[in-house]
């Protein structure tokens, strides 16, 4: 059983710094797409970064925070990462760590084609 926790939310001022980790067990790690995700209040729930099996050499990102995020992963620790630098405001949200036996080109955003969710870790980004 394939499961997800996500730790390192919080608050935070606007131009501070939080990293994100999703702890990952019941599967192989270093296999398949992970990704986080955010769903903003009201909203629905938007792709943040991707990080395919090869690591670095594939990753994606939103355009809203594409050069203030970076997401990374550990195999040895089954770990997934997301740093998260110059915090907006409109960062604010629900974060959720996603993995997926697809590829990260074809499950990109749509949600129906990520198999396993965490609970979430809410981040707040103050004025």
């Known amino acids: 059983q394939v499961q997800l926790a996500e730790s390192g939310g919080g608050s935070v001022q606007a131009g501070g710094s939080l990293e994100l980790s999703c702890v990952a067990s019941?599967?192989?790690?270093?296999?398949?797409?992970m990704g986080w995700f955010r769903q903003r209040p009201g909203k629905g729930r938007e792709g943040v970064a991707r990080?395919?099996?090869?690591?670095?050499?594939?990753?994606w990102y939103g355009d809203s925070v594409k050069g203030r995020f970076t997401i990374s992963k550990d195999n040895a620790k089954k770990t997934l990462y997301l740093q998260m630098n110059s915090l907006k405001p409109e960062d604010t949200a629900m974060y959720y760590c996603?993995?997926?036996?697809?590829?990260?080109?074809?499950?990109?955003?749509?949600?129906?084609?990520?198999?396993?969710w965490g609970q979430g870790t809410q981040v707040t980004v103050s004025s």
């Open positions: 019941g599967y192989i790690f270093s296999r398949g797409c």
């Open positions: 996603a993995t997926t036996g697809n590829s990260c080109t074809y499950a990109s955003e749509n949600t129906r084609r990520w198999g396993d």
């Open positions: 990080i395919g099996p090869d690591g670095y050499l594939s990753t």
